[in-house]
Nanobody, 124 residues
Framework: QVQLVESGGGLVQPGGSLRLSCAAS????????MGWYRQAPGKQRELVAT???????NYADFVKGRFAISRDNAKGTVYLQMNSLKPEDTAVYYC??????????????????WGQGTQVTVSS
């Protein structure tokens, strides 16, 4: 069974920084893409940033220049360095792993998984 465990959320003042981590565990052969999404109260979940195995990244316009996503393929871990945080960044941040390849016997399966979410609050 595949699990994603997030850590690093919390309360920070405007202009501050936080680093989120997400570690994948289980009988994983490979993970194609990993990323971060967020959901603020009353709003839909939205993409923050993604990174694929080769290292190519994609960012939402509202975090470009402030957030940086990185990945340790050997550890199955993805990070999100968040700088210059704003109150509007307040949300629950979710880790996503896409195209997770697992094997059960002779059967290979590719699936997507979500973490449980970690709260980020930006407030003075």
């Amino acid at each position: 069974q595949v699990q994603l465990v997030e850590s690093g959320g919390g309360l920070v003042q405007p202009g501050g920084s936080l680093r989120l981590s997400c570690a994948a565990s289980g009988s994983i052969f490979s993970i194609n893409a990993m990323g971060w999404y967020r959901q603020a109260p009353g709003k839909q979940r939205e993409l923050v940033a993604t990174i694929i195995t080769g290292g190519s990244t994609n960012y939402a316009d509202f975090v470009k220049g402030r957030f940086a996503i990185s990945r340790d393929n050997a550890k199955g871990t993805v990070y999100l360095q968040m700088n210059s945080l704003k109150p509007e960044d307040t949300a629950v941040y979710y880790c996503n792993a896409g195209g997770v390849l697992t094997r059960t016997g002779s059967r290979w399966t590719a699936s997507d998984y979500w973490g449980q979410g970690t709260q980020v609050t930006v407030s003075s």
